[in-house]
């Protein structure tokens, strides 16, 4: 199969499934208990007119199939409703926390491989060694336990008794006067400055959360990695490597490793995704301004557009990933086109 | 170039020592809805907006006695239906538009007009019938009817009686720098979820604020609120923490833990409509059996405290609050379920609801403690139910609770407000809770006896009529004053923190040494 051939399959797939997701987000939307309008108007006792108004206002008052249609028509649009809760539209909230959440998903993903994949090396070259038992009890330890507590036990270390990191925001209060948003990703914001500083403080914030976020994911890419790099150290090419009289090292990152991070960045790729849903736990803990916690706090105030406009973005933007990954994928690894 | 280096990072130092105490970071789990005077009805919203203006009238941070804001002076007609307020001169708005008659009228009129679906404005509304300026200085609001709080009604721990120019004229949905104020702070920042940036207004005719700049960040639990202000990451924690963690923080030395009066209060109600507590004796049963020691001891580490009343001790008027529920007396308790035909063999069987996040994380543990309390008289078995709020919240406004448990915080500072909410005009929603109780229309026309009269004794003993009769009828069993949203965690050299029944944070009273 062509690449271009493969690429166009790829999207044709994708379009189907963003399709079900967003009536799948919809219907499970519409047969929650509760109505939303009463909900929003919190339990007042306002006139019968109000709440029909209110219904009428947020088009819930129409048959199912006209909502449907116009909610498919907004989405591709790019109108995602409004945020009762903010009055502002769904998208812009979106978009204002979306490198917030990104920020943190990629130096999780970065603590993730740096855990993963050094420790993952470090086990494989150690086979059935005291260390590598060591490294993969850390491995079955990362992966099993809860993310928020990991995130607390990390907070009261070293935020509280430490104090060497804050324990929750994206900057302190205090630099907020001197900071200017300009992108949204703060490290880059700040670098952007130029106030070394202002990037520590950055920096300090970001540590917490990222590695929380990212020792979830290391066991996993640490098992992967052994897994993989036990294979291909026992590969013709690596004996040859070695009977060349290379040094170890270098056939371990040169020789091994690259063979073996096919595999690995496979799962890179997937493991963004659950980053981005593991993120939930993450932004609550350390109260980080992302989409999650926006998530979350419209699903308290029943915040009908916010939580169907915000899972279906994310839904979308995770669909996107896997996408763009198949297709780097097959640039990667010809062999995936056939 | 090292002399340079060296002068250099000294000259940072001090820098960051001075921004230090020029700025004070506060933190809270609570959240602006919208910054608006006609369609916001919450704590936080509304503390951020009385920062940033004020009313015609306010209440003395402390004592909460009636004192002038906007308003220098003011007069009531003989009748109690007209109210003459004389504006202070020469009043002017951050950017120098003049605060006059006029500028009362037309903000007072445009939130009115406006009336948001989520806002307090009914508060005003309710009363008043027309505004007339009677010269430049000079405004007069004529009510529809008497009301003895409608002076209260105007001070500006009512949001809707705030002064503000040059909001746009037919949209309430604000950003915070779409109006200007004349309060002691202006909204120099907002962002949903995240802070509130606040920086102090020259031109303010009151004390100028002590802090310059203020910052509220908003955490997403108790539990990162707690972390935050043990840290140092933040210099004051405010609404809400943990009892637990208010206990554990009151061991901290290097923090100061301090509890205000609470004029916010936890009780049950009843649906006097519905089985089986449509029956009396059943709900004076349990007003006998609940357990309020055990709930405030074993839920909140005795940080709350019992209440036997609706009406918090100190509102005014002097003399409102009277103790009229009884206290624990399971004898009792089973006396009258018997009376009702109950018995160990044939138990009352009855739900209790709760929503288990609204109220905060304890709610779960309240609801255990109040069912077990209530089934050690040996003849109530409770079924415990749960929904999240906002069906919760629809579930109430169908009349669809038997026995729930809700929360109050008042909307003004005097005991009617804490009397008065289940005196709903419809008798379908939320009005067949209590609107189609026999004595009903005598509860009704002892509060609009109370209301209507200017004399605080004789409205006192009206109240006081009004407590009686419910401890008789029990609609509702008040059960805890929640002291616990009152304390304030506050890092050693933080001082101005004033707590009165407001349960107001006076940012600009704050500072830190």
Same mark, same amino acid.
């Given at each position: 199969m062509g690449l271009f051939k493969y690429i166009l399959q790829r999207i044709l797939l994708t379009i189907p499934m963003v399709l079900i997701l967003l009536s799948v987000v919809f219907l499970v939307l519409r047969l929650m208990p509760g109505d939303p309008v009463l909900a929003m108007l919190g339990g007042r006792n306002v006139s019968p007119e109000l709440i029909e108004q209110k219904r009428h206002e947020m088009g819930l008052d129409k048959p199912l199939l006209t909502q449907y249609v116009e909610y498919l028509g907004g989405i591709f649009r790019g109108d995602f409703g409004k945020s009762s809760r903010t009055g502002r539209p769904v998208l812009y909230e979106l978009f204002h926390r979306l490198p917030a959440t990104l920020e943190l998903a990629i130096w999780g993903m970065f603590f993730a491989s740096l855990f993963g994949i050094t420790t993952g090396i470090l086990a494989a070259t150690r086979a059935d060694h005291p260390v590598d038992h060591s490294v993969r009890v850390f491995h079955i330890g990362s992966f099993a336990l809860p993310i928020f507590w990991v995130g607390l036990m990390l907070q009261v270390i070293f935020g509280v008794k430490l104090g060497w990191f804050p324990v929750a925001g994206r900057l302190g209060g205090r630099y907020l006067f001197t900071f200017e948003r300009i992108t949204g990703f703060y490290l880059l914001d700040a670098a952007l400055q130029g106030d070394g500083k202002l990037v520590l403080e950055v920096a300090k914030h970001l540590v917490l959360p990222a590695v929380t976020l990212g020792l979830a994911q290391a066991g996993l890419l640490g098992r992967i990695t052994r897994a993989s790099m036990l294979e291909v150290l026992d590969a013709d090419y690596v004996t040859t490597a070695r009977s060349k009289g290379l040094a170890e090292r270098l056939v371990v990152l040169k020789h091994a490793l690259r063979n073996a991070l096919i595999p690995i960045v496979t799962v890179l790729g997937l493991q963004f995704a659950i980053l981005m849903g593991g993120a939930v736990l993450t932004e609550t803990v350390f109260s980080w301004p992302g989409i999650a916690g926006f998530l979350v706090r419209s699903l308290d105030a029943r915040d009908w557009f916010a939580l169907q406009g915000t899972i279906a973005f994310i839904g979308i933007f995770i669909a996107t990933i896997n996408l763009v990954v198949d297709i780097l994928y097959s640039f990667i690894d010809p062999r995936v086109r056939y | 170039?090292?002399?340079?280096?060296?002068?250099?990072?000294?000259?940072?130092?001090?820098?960051?020592?001075?921004?230090?105490?020029?700025?004070? /970071?506060?933190?809270?789990?609570?959240?602006?809805?919208?910054?608006?005077?006609?369609?916001?009805?919450?704590?936080?919203?509304?503390?951020?907006?009385?920062?940033?203006?004020?009313?015609?009238?306010?209440?003395?941070?402390?004592?909460?006695?009636?004192?002038?804001?906007?308003?220098?002076?003011?007069?009531?007609?003989?009748?109690?239906?007209?109210?003459?307020?004389?504006?202070?001169?020469?009043?002017?708005?951050?950017?120098?538009?003049?605060?006059?008659?006029?500028?009362?009228?037309?903000?007072?009129? *445009?939130?009115?007009?406006?009336?948001?679906?989520?806002?307090?404005?009914?508060?005003?509304?309710?009363?008043?019938?027309?505004?007339?300026?009677?010269?430049?200085?000079?405004?007069?609001?004529?009510?529809?009817?008497?009301?003895?709080?409608?002076?209260? *009604?105007?001070?500006?721990?009512?949001?809707?009686?705030?002064?503000?120019?040059?909001?746009?004229?037919?949209?309430?949905?604000?950003?915070?720098?779409?109006?200007?104020?004349?309060?002691?702070?202006?909204?120099?920042?907002?962002?949903?979820?995240?802070?509130?940036?606040?920086?102090?207004?020259?031109?303010?005719?009151?004390?100028?604020?002590?802090?310059?700049?203020?910052?509220?960040?908003?955490?997403?639990?108790?539990?990162?609120?707690?972390?935050?202000?043990?840290?140092?990451?933040?210099?004051?924690?405010?609404?809400?923490?943990?009892?637990?963690?208010?206990?554990?923080?009151?061991?901290?030395?290097?923090?100061?833990?301090?509890?205000?009066?609470?004029?916010?209060?936890?009780?049950?109600?009843?649906?006097?409509?519905?089985?089986?507590?449509?029956?009396?004796?059943?709900?004076?049963?349990?007003?006998?059996?609940?357990?309020?020691?055990?709930?405030?001891?074993?839920?909140?580490?005795?940080?709350?405290?019992? /209440?036997?009343?609706?009406?918090?001790?100190?509102?005014?008027?002097?003399?409102?609050?009277?103790?009229?529920?009884?206290?624990?007396?399971?004898?009792?308790? *089973?006396?009258?379920?018997?009376?009702?035909?109950?018995?160990e063999e044939n138990p009352l069987r009855v739900n209790l609801w709760y929503s288990p996040k609204h109220y905060g994380t304890t709610e779960a543990d309240v609801a255990a403690v109040l069912k077990e309390s209530i089934e050690e008289t040996g003849m109530v078995e409770i079924t415990i139910q749960s929904l999240e709020w906002g069906a919760y919240v629809e579930r109430m406004s169908q009349g669809g609770f038997d026995m729930f448990l809700l929360g109050w915080y008042p909307d003004y500072l005097e005991a009617s407000n804490f009397l008065d909410p289940w005196l709903t005009g419809a008798p379908e929603g939320l009005g067949t809770y209590f609107n189609h109780h026999p004595n009903y229309p005598a509860y009704k026309r002892i509060m609009e006896m109370a209301l209507s009269t200017p004399d605080d004794e004789r409205a006192a003993k009206l109240y006081q009529a009004f407590q009686i009769l419910s401890a008789y009828d029990v609609p509702w069993i008040p059960l805890w004053a929640n002291i616990q949203q009152a304390y304030v965690v506050a890092q050693q050299g933080v001082g101005g923190l004033v707590l009165d029944l407001s349960m107001e944070l006076h940012l600009d009273l704050l500072y830190k040494e």
């Open positions: - | 170039m090292r002399k340079f280096l060296i002068g250099a990072v000294v000259l940072a130092l001090s820098l960051s020592v001075m921004a230090a105490s020029d700025i004070l /970071i506060l933190g809270t789990t609570d959240r602006v809805t919208q910054l608006a005077f006609a369609n916001s009805y919450d704590h936080f919203t509304w503390h951020i907006l009385r920062h940033t203006t004020k009313a015609l009238l306010a209440l003395e941070p402390g004592t909460n006695r009636l004192i002038p804001s906007i308003a220098e002076s003011w007069e009531v007609s003989a009748d109690a239906m007209v109210y003459t307020f004389h504006i202070r001169p020469d009043l002017t708005f951050w950017d120098g538009t003049p605060c006059d008659a006029h500028a009362v009228k037309w903000a007072l009129e *445009r939130t009115m007009r406006l009336d948001g679906p989520e806002g307090g404005v009914f508060l005003i509304k309710d009363p008043i019938d027309r505004i007339e300026v009677v010269d430049d200085l000079t405004v007069k609001i004529y009510l529809k009817y008497p009301d003895r709080t409608f002076l209260i *009604r105007m001070t500006d721990n009512v949001i809707p009686a705030l002064i503000y120019a040059k909001a746009p004229e037919d949209d309430f949905t604000s950003t915070g720098q779409d109006y200007v104020g004349l309060g002691p702070y202006r909204i120099v920042e907002y962002v949903p979820d995240e802070r509130v940036v606040l920086e102090a207004v020259d031109t303010y005719f009151g004390q100028r604020a002590r802090t310059p700049r203020i910052v509220w960040v908003m955490y997403a639990d108790a539990a990162a609120l707690r972390a935050a202000i043990e840290a140092g990451d933040i210099d004051v924690a405010f609404r809400t923490l943990n009892p637990i963690d208010i206990m554990d923080l009151m061991q901290n030395p290097n923090l100061q833990v301090i509890a205000g009066p609470s004029a916010s209060i936890r009780y049950m109600l009843f649906n006097v409509t519905q089985p089986p507590v449509d029956n009396v004796f059943v709900r004076q049963a349990i007003a006998y059996a609940v357990d309020r020691n055990a709930i405030c001891q074993r839920v909140f580490s005795g940080l709350n405290t019992p /209440i036997y009343t609706m009406v918090p001790a100190g509102l005014p008027p002097a003399g409102a609050s009277i103790d009229v529920f009884p206290e624990r007396d399971l004898e009792e308790a *089973r006396r009258l379920l018997r009376l009702a035909c109950y018995s």
